[in-house]
Each structure stands twice: as structure tokens, then as C-alpha cells.
């Protein structure tokens, strides 16, 4: 399985999260966070959506930790210090990477996570879009059952094929979704 870290921004949005985390159901992934990153997003969550409670996000969160046991990482604060990033905001989502070895850091900011840096340490920045198509070249099969069965589970409201392509290209899926529109008996 590749060992992903997922950043604050992919685990904003409900059913993007959803979306990657069906790879980690369909153990094509072993995805990582910590509380900190689980921070991040529920508080900017909470920041834009005054309507949703906190309560609510702290159940996802813990949902999540329960759902993916070794998910939540702990273990990794000493490193933090030890990086250099563009933004020193981001270095414990780099040394959340380092500590577990994980293959990919899966971010919208890839500007945040120069190659060059996270090359030092054999991981690399990918947006979910790219993260995706890699995944598709490695088990083209497995991650189209994995999203057909991600879109088969999402009842309030279902989706069809068309309605859920949409849903992802807005997600920032555009790729993915040019690839999938040729696929859409097998999704």
C-alpha cells in the first residue's frame, strides 16, 4: 500500500475527504495526519461555515482515527523544528511524512513543499489530482471499483455518474475526471 500523508487542505471539503480516504478503505492507500493537520481543517472549517458545530467535526475526526487505527501519527514533533519550508506553518506536515515514511504528502499547496526539499527526504508533493492518476497507473481496476463504490455510497443526495463527475471537477479533480468521462460504465 503507498503510505500517504493527507494535508489539512484535501480533508477540507466532506466528500473530497471521503473520496481519498475510499482509497484507504479499498487498501490501495495507508493514509496519515495528525492532530495538528485535523486542526487545521476543522478550524478552517469552522472559520467559513459557522453553521456546521464543532461537536460535528471532532466526531469526524475521531471517526476517522477509529476507521484507519494507524491514521493518526504521533511521534513526529522533534523533527518539525529541524525543516525548512517556505512556510514554517507547514513543516509538521513534512515531518509527519518523514516519520512514517510515507511515499506522497497530497496537497493543494504544492508550493509549500519545494521537490528539491522533499526529494532529502524521498517524499513528494502531489495535488489530488495527480495523486489519483498515479494511482489509476498503478491499479487501474481497483481504484475504478473504488470509485464506483465511493459514489454508490453517497446517499444525501445519491449521485449519478454524470451529477458525481461534476461534483469531483469541482473538487479540483479535472484530470481524474477527463479520465473517468471515458470510463463511465465502469464508475
Same mark, same amino acid.
Given at each position: 500500500?503507498?503510505?500517504?500523508?493527507?494535508?489539512?487542505?484535501?480533508?477540507?471539503?466532506?466528500?473530497?475527504?471521503?473520496?481519498?480516504?475510499?482509497?484507504?478503505?479499498?487498501?490501495?492507500?495507508?493514509?496519515?495526519?495528525?492532530?495538528?493537520?485535523?486542526?487545521?481543517?476543522?478550524?478552517?472549517?469552522?472559520?467559513?461555515?459557522?453553521?456546521?458545530?464543532?461537536?460535528?467535526?471532532?466526531?469526524?475526526?475521531?471517526?476517522?482515527?477509529?476507521?484507519?487505527?494507524?491514521?493518526?501519527?504521533?511521534?513526529?514533533?522533534?523533527?518539525?523544528?529541524?525543516?525548512?519550508?517556505?512556510?514554517?506553518?507547514? &513543516?509538521?506536515? /513534512?515531518?509527519?511524512?518523514?516519520?512514517?515514511?510515507? +511515499? #506522497?504528502? =497530497? $496537497?493543494?499547496?504544492?508550493?509549500?513543499? !519545494?521537490?528539491?526539499?522533499?526529494?532529502?527526504?524521498?517524499?513528494?508533493?502531489?495535488?489530488?489530482?495527480?495523486?489519483?492518476?498515479?494511482?489509476?497507473?498503478?491499479?487501474?481496476?481497483?481504484?475504478?471499483?473504488?470509485?464506483?463504490?465511493? &459514489?454508490?455510497? /453517497?446517499?444525501?443526495?445519491?449521485?449519478?455518474?454524470? +451529477? #458525481?463527475? =461534476? $461534483?469531483?471537477?469541482?473538487?479540483?479533480? !479535472?484530470?481524474?475526471?477527463?479520465?473517468?468521462?471515458?470510463?463511465?460504465?465502469?464508475?
Amino acid at each position: 500500500m503507498i503510505r500517504v500523508v493527507l494535508d489539512a487542505c484535501v480533508l477540507y471539503s466532506a466528500l473530497l475527504r471521503g473520496f481519498l480516504l475510499s482509497f484507504a478503505s479499498g487498501e490501495l492507500i495507508k493514509p496519515f495526519w495528525s492532530q495538528e493537520i485535523q486542526g487545521e481543517w476543522t478550524r478552517s472549517l469552522l472559520q467559513n461555515r459557522p453553521d456546521l458545530k464543532r461537536e460535528n467535526l471532532e466526531r469526524i475526526c475521531k471517526n476517522m482515527d477509529v476507521h484507519f487505527p494507524t491514521g493518526l501519527v504521533r511521534g513526529y514533533e522533534s523533527i518539525t523544528p529541524t525543516l525548512t519550508l517556505p512556510d514554517p506553518k507547514d &513543516r509538521h506536515v /513534512l515531518a509527519v511524512a518523514i516519520h512514517v515514511e510515507a +511515499e #506522497y504528502i =497530497v $496537497t493543494f499547496d504544492l508550493n509549500d513543499f !519545494p521537490e528539491t526539499t522533499l526529494r532529502l527526504y524521498g517524499v513528494e508533493a502531489l495535488s489530488p489530482d495527480e495523486f489519483v492518476l498515479q494511482l489509476i497507473q498503478i491499479s487501474q481496476k481497483r481504484v475504478l471499483e473504488t470509485i464506483k463504490d465511493h &459514489r454508490l455510497s /453517497l446517499t444525501r443526495p445519491s449521485q449519478t455518474v454524470d +451529477e #458525481y463527475l =461534476v $461534483t469531483l471537477e469541482k473538487q479540483g479533480l !479535472p484530470k481524474t475526471v477527463a479520465f473517468l468521462r471515458e470510463r463511465k460504465d465502469d464508475i
